[in-house]
């Protein structure tokens, strides 16, 4: 199997591992030194033990729904549903790796909104998706 595939197949078992709420299968895609950012917040978290334990603390019921996943070599996003307590909240994960690991991790959220009536005549619904107005 070569490089990219088992890197492909450590995201997709971090993203089941992630929806079980596995936290030690979870987190083994991490490098001990990795790094993990969240922009929204402005947050940073150094090393697995931390980005384990921030998530490992999330009083949230959550839910994770992969839409995609693509990369090539050091360099991996994953597009996802993450829904808390019910309310989704879109999001990408960009995952750069060496020697089989996440090294560095930046995660992006974003919360669904409504389109507007002045696209409407532009635009079709994705895949499985309706376009509620605004």
């Not at 890197?7 to 490098?31: N, P």
């Not at 931390?50 to 050091?74: C, E, K, N």
Request: with cysteine.
């Amino acid at each position: 199997m070569d490089s990219d595939s088992r890197i492909r197949l450590a995201i997709e078992e971090h993203w089941r591992a992630s929806e079980r709420g596995d936290l030690q299968a979870e987190h083994a895609i991490y490098a001990v030194d990795a790094i993990l950012d969240y922009p929204q917040s402005g947050e940073r978290f150094h090393g697995r033990a931390a980005i384990s334990a921030q998530r490992g603390g999330h009083p949230a019921d959550r839910h994770f729904t992969i839409q995609r996943i693509t990369g090539r070599g050091p360099l991996w996003v994953s597009e996802c549903v993450i829904t808390y307590d019910g309310s989704p909240s879109h999001s990408v994960s960009i995952m750069e790796f060496a020697d089989g690991h996440v090294i560095h991790e930046t995660q992006y959220f974003a919360d669904p909104f409504p389109a507007p009536a002045s696209r409407a005549s532009l635009a079709d619904p994705m895949p499985g998706r309706s376009l509620p107005e605004a």
